[in-house]
């Protein structure tokens, strides 16, 4: 607690001369454990809003709405569940390295089209599009990863259309 104070009074920052920017980011660093415990807690979120949505599916009238909003809901929970384990800022230039950049865009693109689809469009059958190609992207973005996987899929592929 004493840290935090002499943060937000600027006396670390004037001792050590480093900037603001640093002397926040290293006072609000979270501990491993804690890390692992929000890792888990936004991951256990997604995946049951995930299954509260493919349940929610078989409502008459608005379950496909609630479907829609619960899958988006949890993939975005589960894609910020990985940034308690990196740190928010190394997340997302991960996010955007070459072999991942398409992944995430077309990952990202998919869940604003689900949502635009749904409430804007009205058209659930193209928001039910968009959520197949969000299980798709998101499911290569996660295999990038893993080392050589990616590959080795696309190898098996390419056999079998041989």
Request: glycine share 6%.
């Amino acid at each position: 607690m004493d840290k935090l104070k002499a943060v937000l009074s600027g006396e670390e920052a004037r001792r050590d001369d480093r900037t603001v920017l640093e002397t926040v980011n290293e006072a609000s660093t979270l501990g491993w454990g804690t890390r692992v415990k929000g890792f888990v807690a936004c991951f256990v979120v997604g995946a049951a809003c995930t299954i509260l949505g493919v349940c929610m599916l078989f409502l008459p009238k608005i379950g496909l709405t609630l479907f829609i909003v619960f899958y988006t809901f949890g993939n975005i929970c589960t894609l910020c569940s990985t940034m308690f384990l990196m740190g928010p800022v190394k997340q997302l230039k991960r996010m955007c390295d070459k072999t991942r950049a398409l992944a995430t865009t077309i990952m990202i693109t998919c869940l604003v089209l689900t949502l635009c689809a749904a409430f804007w469009w009205k058209n659930f059958g193209l928001a039910l599009l968009f959520c197949i190609l969000q299980i798709l992207s998101f499911s290569w973005y996660s295999l990038s990863y893993i080392p050589c996987v990616r590959e080795m899929i696309l190898k098996m592929v390419a056999v079998c259309i041989k």
